[in-house]
């Protein structure tokens, strides 16, 4: 994106609070207050569990529930000032029901869910509403890289899908628009599956 009246790009690393707390004051004044929130950082390690380093274990933990942790604490003040709010949290499907090689993965993305339930009720009063979407099989190159590597085989997740086809990320901003939106605003602590009809 070229900044704009309305729109600006900014790159962090969400697990670095100082690097979130910089890029959202450069957004705040391009754009004012940030009333709005979309945590959408995603990172996984695909492999056995004894397999797992601590080190990799820390890294999947720190962008996929740290990173979210540091945004919204650093939002949060100018939710609360405005009176409004809107945070939509990206978890995954797979913590329906879990998922093989992908367990730090799965296990900071269900920590993800619990803290939006929490979150919604603490700042429900505050008027901010938290939401967490959980995609389910979505066209990413997160995914081409796992089928690259033969984690998964791209077609046999579309037929076990009742729509017949593979998500597109468009599937999971049109979810994530609705949700920061004023009609909304009825809607929180809720765990929005955007997954073609498939829950696992």
């Known amino acids: 994106l070229n900044p704009s009246d309305d729109q600006f790009a900014y790159t962090a690393d969400v697990t670095d609070r100082a690097a979130v707390d910089d890029a959202l004051n450069a957004i705040r004044g391009q754009l004012g207050p940030v009333t709005v929130l979309v945590n959408a950082a995603g990172l996984e390690k695909f492999k056995r569990f004894t397999d797992l380093t601590f080190e990799d274990w820390q890294r999947v933990v720190d962008v996929n529930l740290n990173g979210v942790f540091h945004c919204i604490q650093a939002v949060l ?67 081409r890289k796992s089928e690259a590597r033969g984690y998964l085989v791209v077609e046999k997740n579309i037929e076990a899908t009742p729509v017949r086809r593979i998500g597109r990320p ?25 997954n073609g009809g498939r829950n696992t």
């Open 77 to 143: 003040p100018d939710m609360i000032e405005a009176g409004w709010g809107r945070i939509v949290n990206i978890s995954s499907s797979s913590t329906h029901s879990g998922q093989p090689y992908m367990s730090s993965y799965v296990a900071a993305k269900s920590a993800v869910n619990g803290l939006t339930k929490s979150l919604a009720l603490e700042y429900g009063p505050a008027g901010i509403t938290v939401k967490a979407v959980p995609p389910g099989f979505i066209d990413t190159p997160m995914l």
């Open 170 to 194: 468009e599937d999971i901003a049109a979810a994530c628009a609705f949700l920061i939106s004023e009609e909304a605003g009825y809607i929180t602590g809720q765990i929005l599956g955007v």
